[in-house]
């Protein structure tokens, strides 16, 4: 609430700025052409002192030419104004969104160890006890690693092991992690298309792609989940095309859903937790190997279509590829 009253403030104070400007140079054209206008009716009867020149239009274009830079300067100001004020608030939001995500597991875990702490629990309730603790523990360091390797990407100090994949192989054993890691059932996804071609990539950076891709498909899925990935390879690029039947994304938002801090409100499902850096990281990811992503869908239609595409490595363009690596290594099949 803060953050808007602010950002309406700065707005009103630009408003009222330009309207002074533009108040000013009114009554300077104003100025100048009565004066001009009384000049040409009654300049043979004054004093020739008085008579209109063109040095008497200096000082206006001077003033004309400074009035508009400075109401350029006013109009960059605020521009960059805003734009902090905006980042101000997406960082505001991360915050109290990070601070849920870590209270929830936190929470849980607590309540687990009260439990086992306090009462007398039957050996197999503890077993089912400890394994949600030791989840919410991975969901805990998750979240951690991530923000610590946003982080690191930012400074260019993130390390992908790059190595060299069949990516048919390695893409489709991967995806069948995640799928399995947020417990997508096999009849709800399908994995289509054969790509025998080679990729340099960092497996576990690759992993991060398809986890972020299915968690928000899983989110923000209303009907019962459907998943189908299609993969294919042509002399220059690997592609991966990842389509859910998910709520839409307006194509004003296509953009913005890859940018820092960025979440999507959707009021038919309100409670959908995030921070807001999944879909930055991967598009990080993906830009460390080379690669792009796009999205295709629309708001209030079912579905969306990440489309990444990869450079295939080739050993003829190794120099391409020289700056991935860090030393000679074997082509490696995916497991």
């Known amino acids: 609430m803060r953050g808007k009253q602010s950002l309406f403030y700065h707005i009103l104070i630009f408003v009222i700025a330009q309207l002074v400007w533009l108040s000013l140079l009114g009554l300077w054209i104003y100025w100048y052409v009565s004066n001009y206008i009384i000049f040409e009716k009654v300049g043979d009867q004054v004093s020739p002192q008085l008579v209109?020149?063109?040095?008497?239009?200096?000082?206006?274009?001077?003033?004309?030419?400074?009035?508009?830079?400075?109401?350029?300067?006013?109009?960059l100001i605020f521009r960059h104004l805003n734009v902090q004020l905006r980042i101000t608030q997406l960082y505001d939001n991360?915050?109290?969104?990070?601070?849920?995500?870590?209270?929830?597991?936190?929470?849980?875990?607590?309540l687990y160890l009260e439990t086992l702490r306090?009462?007398?629990?039957?050996?197999?309730?503890?077993k089912e006890f400890i394994s949600m603790i030791v989840k919410d523990t991975d969901r805990l360091q998750s979240?951690?690693?991530?923000?610590?390797?946003?982080?690191?990407?930012?400074?260019?100090?993130?390390?992908?092991?790059?190595?060299?994949?069949?990516?048919?192989?390695?893409?489709?054993?991967?995806?069948e992690e995640s799928f399995?890691?947020?417990?997508?059932?096999?009849?709800?996804?399908?994995?289509?298309?054969?790509?025998?071609?080679?990729?340099?990539?960092?497996?576990?950076?690759?992993?991060?792609?398809?986890?972020?891709?299915?968690?928000?498909?899983?989110?923000?899925?209303?009907?019962?989940?459907?998943?189908?990935?299609?993969?294919?390879?042509?002399?220059?690029?690997?592609?991966?095309?990842?389509?859910?039947?998910?709520?839409?994304?307006?194509?004003?938002e296509h953009k913005k859903i890859f940018n820092k801090f960025y979440r999507i409100y959707n009021r038919d499902i309100p409670n959908v937790k995030g921070t807001g850096l999944g879909l930055y990281r991967v598009k990080e990811i993906v830009k460390a190997h080379g690669g792009n992503i796009s999205v295709t869908s629309d708001s209030?239609?079912?579905?969306?279509?990440?489309?990444?595409?990869?450079?295939?490595?080739?050993?003829?363009?190794?120099?391409?590829?020289?700056?991935?690596?860090?030393?000679k290594q074997e082509i490696t099949n995916g497991r």
């Open 118 to 126: 306090q009462r007398n629990v039957p050996a197999e309730k503890q």
């Open 180 to 252: 399995e890691k947020f417990r997508v059932k096999k009849e709800s996804y399908s994995i289509n298309g054969d790509a025998p071609c080679e990729i340099l990539a960092g497996k576990d950076s690759l992993k991060i792609i398809f986890d972020n891709l299915i968690d928000n498909a899983v989110k923000y899925s209303i009907a019962n989940l459907i998943v189908e990935v299609n993969l294919s390879c042509n002399a220059n690029k690997f592609t991966v095309e990842f389509s859910d039947n998910g709520i839409g994304i307006s194509a004003k």
């Open 52 to 75: 209109y020149d063109v040095q008497n239009a200096i000082p206006f274009i001077l003033g004309l030419i400074l009035l508009v830079g400075l109401s350029f300067i006013t109009a």
């Open 300 to 327: 209030g239609k079912i579905g969306t279509i990440f489309k990444i595409e990869m450079p295939v490595y080739h050993h003829s363009k190794k120099r391409f590829f020289k700056g991935f690596l860090n030393k």
């Open 143 to 175: 979240l951690i690693n991530s923000i610590l390797e946003i982080s690191a990407q930012e400074k260019n100090k993130q390390m992908h092991d790059y190595q060299i994949y069949r990516s048919g192989d390695i893409v489709k054993g991967l995806l």
């Open 94 to 110: 991360f915050i109290s969104n990070v601070t849920h995500e870590l209270k929830s597991p936190l929470s849980s875990i607590q």
